[in-house]
């Protein structure tokens, strides 16, 4: 009888736990992927003055993730096919921006 308490007890006890991480508050979400014209969160800056002239963030973003040399390469091509004027300085943020919010992690 003392065993079967004992065992309520812990059952008990461990529903109250299973409760309360029920209850933990949920971890925030903040999507980046689709913010419509203009891109947003930390160090947007450099990309919203220089790749929001022809076309969306969203349609930027609508692409697949790629890695850093690729979007490296992406800047490159704005600016040889579509003659984008973009200044030399802002592409190390611009290519850390998209490597960060839309990037495959290499
Ligand atoms: C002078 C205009 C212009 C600027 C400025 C510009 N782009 Fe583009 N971009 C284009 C055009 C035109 C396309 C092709 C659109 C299409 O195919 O419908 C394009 C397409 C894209 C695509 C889709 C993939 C592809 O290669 O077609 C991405 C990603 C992109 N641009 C990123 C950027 C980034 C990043 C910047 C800033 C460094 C930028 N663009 C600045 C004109 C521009």
């Keep these: 009888m003392k065993k079967l308490a004992f065992s309520l007890t812990a059952l008990l006890a461990f529903g109250s736990i299973a409760a309360l991480a029920a209850e933990a508050p949920k971890s925030v979400k903040i999507d980046l992927s689709n913010p419509g014209p203009y891109f ?6 450099a990309i919203n003055a220089n790749c929001t002239a022809c076309h969306s963030a969203e349609m930027v973003l609508a692409q697949p993730a790629l890695s850093r040399a690729a979007w490296q390469a992406e800047v490159g ?3 040889k096919v579509y003659k984008a004027s973009v200044d030399e300085q802002d592409i190390p943020a611009i290519v850390e921006y ?3 919010v839309r990037g495959n992690g290499s």
């Design 40 to 45: 947003t969160g930390d160090g947007s800056d």
């Design 77 to 79: 091509k704005m600016m």
């Design 98 to 100: 998209l490597s960060k």
